[in-house]
């Protein structure tokens, strides 16, 4: 079935580093953008980055740009998010989500397939 | 950048009709998508598009959109549907996305 699972959360201390990975399963990966949305405790969703099918297009939400870089590997099924200069305000779960369609180049942000997340916590 | 505003919290009788509604910008130029969250599970998208639901999602949930305004109509809400629910939809200026803050649905 179609899955996706994150791993690489833990407790990092502020200017730390993590590499977040998300293993997809059940579709054909080179063909769909992938997304990182976090959530912090107790708060609502936060679209972080995406990436196009190829890793050719990138785009970030503006408190991340230039501290994360989401990168992917299609022949391991795989998507990345390096998080450096980690802040406190960056503790949340983290889920990467599928974009639906496969349409090259062509993204309308619906995300039909989240994993569970993985829990970053950023504190001294 | 634009925001997406719901109203924090909406409450239904069990069995009666419920709309969570969703306003911003860009939503003139972009359709929303819905999603539902329960405690501790990850979202589900249960509408996207003008009125679309993935494979699974009960037709009791609907979609529409008027200017400004995406609505998600759940017809004859179930204790199941009890959970959080956010829209999204792609910024109107950038290649970002959106969400909404969500809406917490108590079903009574």
């Known amino acids: 079935q179609v899955q996706l699972v994150e791993s690489g959360g833990g407790v990092v201390q502020p200017g730390g580093s993590l590499r977040l990975s998300c293993a997809a399963s059940g579709f054909t990966f080179s063909r769909h953008g992938m997304h990182w949305v976090r959530q912090a405790p107790g708060k609502g969703l936060e679209w972080v980055a995406i990436i196009g099918e190829d890793g050719s297009a990138l785009y970030y939400t503006d408190s991340v740009k230039g501290r994360f870089t989401i990168s992917r590997d299609n022949s391991k099924s795989t998507v990345y998010l390096r998080m450096n200069s980690l802040r406190e305000d960056d503790t949340a779960v983290y889920y990467c989500?599928?974009?639906?369609?496969?349409?090259?180049?062509?993204?309308?942000?619906?995300?039909?397939?989240w994993g569970e997340g993985t829990t970053v916590t950023v504190s001294s | 950048s634009s925001e997406l505003t719901q109203d924090p919290a909406v409450s239904v009788a069990l069995g009666q009709t419920v709309r969570i509604t969703c306003q911003g910008d860009s939503l003139r130029s972009y359709y929303a998508s819905w999603y539902q969250q329960k405690p501790g599970q990850a979202p589900v998208l249960v509408i996207y598009g003008e009125n679309n639901r993935p494979s699974g999602i009960p037709d009791r949930f609907s979609g529409s959109s008027s200017g400004n305004t995406a609505s998600l109509t759940i017809t004859g809400a179930q204790v199941e549907d009890e959970a959080d629910y956010y829209c999204?939809?792609?910024?109107?200026?950038?290649?970002?996305?959106?969400f909404g803050g969500g809406t917490k649905l108590t079903v009574l």
């Open positions: 999204n939809s792609r910024d109107s200026s950038v290649y970002h996305v959106v």
């Open positions: 989500a599928k974009e639906m369609g496969d349409t090259p180049s062509v993204y309308y942000y619906y995300m039909d397939v």
